[in-house]
């Protein structure tokens, strides 16, 4: 059953603190999104890749937050120094090309709750 | 700019009944809708698609209608159960892009 996983689970931090989440996709998927999610914002799109290059992080705060893909089996989503308003559950998708089969399905992980102190 | 949005951000139902859940989206651009369902704790999990050569797409128990010319989406569930209480998603993408834009989300709830 492929499914995509992501960890920690839970993350409890103080602010200030690095805090890295990662993401395994669905082998063969070549895009990974990145997205977090809040009550008041509901989900957000920071960043998505394709074949491990960036394609778009104009949603990321880019002084704190940085995404990678060191290789097809990881993505990292990590924030340096976390502030209190940084709190919020971090969903990474996988999915494949339009044309591919899954027209542009995206499958989510269980999501990353990040609460900063 | 893009934006999706939701008329009803919460809908209560009685179980067995059928419900409704609506989308506006302001990009005409967009050439794919999805709608996700999202329950407590857990990802938003895809339900049904459509792409906007299409005005209707059936799934199991869900339909999703999609209406182009007041771009409005909808999904409708027929026959809810308690399985089907969650937080529902619409999502467009923008015509040759890869990414989605997300609304706001409606929660339904089934009374039983």
């Known amino acids: 059953d492929a499914r995509v996983t992501q960890t920690p689970r839970h993350k409890v931090t103080e602010m200030g603190q690095e805090v890295t989440m990662r993401c395994q996709p669905i082998l063969g998927h070549n895009t990974v999104f990145w997205y977090r999610q809040t009550m008041m914002q509901g989900l957000e799109l920071l960043a998505y890749f394709r074949n491990r290059a960036p394609l778009d992080d104009s949603g990321m705060p880019k002084d704190r937050f940085s995404a990678e893909m060191p290789d097809a089996t990881l993505a990292t989503l990590k924030i340096q120094p976390s502030e209190p308003r940084d709190s919020a559950v971090y969903f990474c998708a996988s999915g494949s090309r339009p044309g591919s089969g899954s027209y542009n399905e995206q499958f989510f992980g269980p999501g990353t709750r990040l609460t900063v102190l | 700019g893009e934006s999706v949005g939701l008329h009803l951000p919460t809908l209560s139902v009685q179980e067995g009944d059928n419900s409704i859940i609506n989308c506006a989206y302001s990009n005409s651009a967009s050439d794919y809708f999805i709608w996700y369902k999202q329950e407590s704790g857990k990802g938003p999990q895809f339900i049904i698609d459509i792409r906007s050569n299409m005005d209707k797409r059936q799934g199991q128990r869900v339909t999703v209608l999609l209406n182009k010319t007041v771009k409005h989406l909808s999904l409708q569930i027929a026959a809810t159960q308690p399985g089907d209480s969650a937080v529902y998603f619409c999502?467009?993408?923008?015509?040759?892009?890869?990414?989605?834009?997300f609304g706001q989300g409606t929660r339904l709830t089934i009374n039983p």
């Open positions: 999502a467009e993408r923008d015509q040759g892009a890869q990414k989605l834009v």
